[in-house]
């Protein structure tokens, strides 16, 4: 039996996590087993998001990519996939680390929306303040 070479890639955003499967191969991409023509929608620009660190690598249509994404919103999601493709990009080939690292690819986005206070309508809008 034969063992296919893959890479893999755990990639977090806001509440999205994507596990990242990269084999060698065409370019293929599916998320949830769907296409990401189909997955992403009318959104054309956030297809380019997690195609930057292909980009960036020069491994462009060199990888097929299998996406499992849960939780969040659909950019989160694609934030989530951006960093996923990223590190296993990097496990792919310790040498694309530095460049990855310098966009800032590798990096976790650690923004999360703010817990509401109380005595306050959002986190952080307080209720309108009248003198008399």
Do not use: C, W
Request: proline share 3%; hydrophobic share 35%.
């Amino acid at each position: 039996m034969t063992s296919v070479i893959q890479y893999y890639g755990t990639g977090r955003r806001k509440t999205a996590t994507a596990r990242v499967r990269l084999l060698p191969g065409k370019g293929q991409m599916t998320i949830n087993g769907r296409t990401v023509e189909d997955y992403v929608g009318g959104r054309h620009g956030l297809e380019k998001v997690f195609e930057a660190p292909f980009q960036l690598t020069d491994a462009v249509g060199r990888f097929d990519v299998m996406i499992s994404v849960r939780g969040g919103g659909i950019v989160g999601q694609m934030g989530a996939i951006r960093h996923g493709i990223a590190r296993a990009l990097t496990e792919a080939n310790p040498a694309n680390r530095p460049v990855l690292r310098t966009q800032g690819m590798l990096t976790r986005d650690s923004k999360v929306k703010e817990r509401k206070k109380y005595g306050r309508k959002r986190a952080r809008k307080r209720f309108q303040f009248s003198k008399r």
